[in-house]
């Protein structure tokens, strides 16, 4: 594991590059079939739709891949992520409409813990809305 | 509908081994929109320290989730798939996984629970590889939305 950042060159509150991904409908189908996950909430509108959903809403794990990627090129490594969770607060909705969504994530360091590992805590919004809670991830650093 | 409390602590046999290829690990890289070349390079892996590909953190659900079907999926257990919405999710990682990996999971059910009309059902995969290495650990919660009638919740406990 080797890990660019070095523990002693961070502090609690050091913030990590903020990132934004778009999210549109082609990319929940590349995710579904690479995923396995072919739950039609993520792909069929009238059934998102008659189960009370907004529109169809993206997989909580493409979010989470996504909103992960800024501690992965942060560290440069990503075998340096030991634990990562986070709470799906809101769904991320995907409109059929030629844009479809943005998450927007920032990252800041909330705590430095032993065997030089930080805990980073994340935050993602799409539509003005927090998408995700307890977003935390235990990285690994040089 | 209320879920049968009694599968809570229930652990299934280990599943047939999955084998990782550095093609489903690219596949799923692209999916994701990462570019990194430790997904799809094995000299890039090398330069970090690993003797082939790695997968992206979240690779595991492509395990774990295939492995909660045993629960998921049962009939008798009757949860709705189509009201299923993510909760939260949790990895632990020992080291992460790599192509060539053949990994085995071992399920348990750890909690049932109802709330303002969810049904919510959390899981605990075990992944480690035939030899008996352990791998990582994959924590999901799913909840299986109210049914029409009563208002969508707007967030999941």
């Known amino acids: ?142 | 509908m209320a879920l049968d409390q009694s599968y809570i602590g229930r652990t299934y046999a280990p599943s047939e081994p999955y084998e990782v290829g550095r093609e489903k690990i690219r596949e799923f890289a692209d999916a994701i929109g990462d570019d990194n070349p430790a997904y799809r390079d094995p000299d890039a892996a090398k330069a970090l320290g690993y003797d082939d590909v790695i997968a992206p953190p979240t690779f595991a659900i492509v395990l774990s989730a295939r492995v909660a079907t045993q629960v998921i999926h049962d009939p008798e257990f009757g949860l709705d798939y189509s009201r299923v919405v993510h909760g939260e999710q949790r990895f632990v990682h020992r080291r992460p996984v790599r192509a060539g990996d053949r990994l085995i999971g071992v399920l348990t059910v750890d909690n049932i629970r109802a709330a303002a009309g969810n049904d919510i059902v959390s899981t605990r995969v075990e992944l480690s590889t035939e030899a008996g290495e352990p791998v990582a650990t994959a924590y999901s919660t799913l909840v299986a939305r109210a049914p029409a009638g009563t208002p969508a919740p707007q967030s999941t406990p």
């Open chain 1, 1 to 142: 594991m080797t890990a660019t950042v070095n523990y002693d060159d961070v502090e609690v509150g050091t913030e990590l590059p903020a990132a934004s991904f778009a999210v549109q409908r082609v990319n929940l189908v590349r995710y579904a079939g690479a995923s396995g996950d072919f739950n039609v909430i993520h792909w069929n509108q009238r059934v998102a739709e008659s189960v009370g959903l907004p529109d169809v809403i993206a997989h909580g794990m493409l979010t989470m891949a996504e909103v992960g990627r800024v501690v992965t090129d942060w560290t440069g490594d990503p075998g340096s992520v030991l634990e990562y969770g986070v709470r799906f607060t809101r769904p991320v909705v995907v409109p059929d409409d030629g844009a479809g969504a943005m998450i927007e994530v920032t990252a800041t360091v909330g705590a430095k813990l032993d065997d030089r590992r930080v805990r980073v805590d994340l935050t993602a919004t799409s539509a003005g809305a927090k998408v995700l809670s307890m977003a935390r991830a235990v990285v690994q650093l040089a």
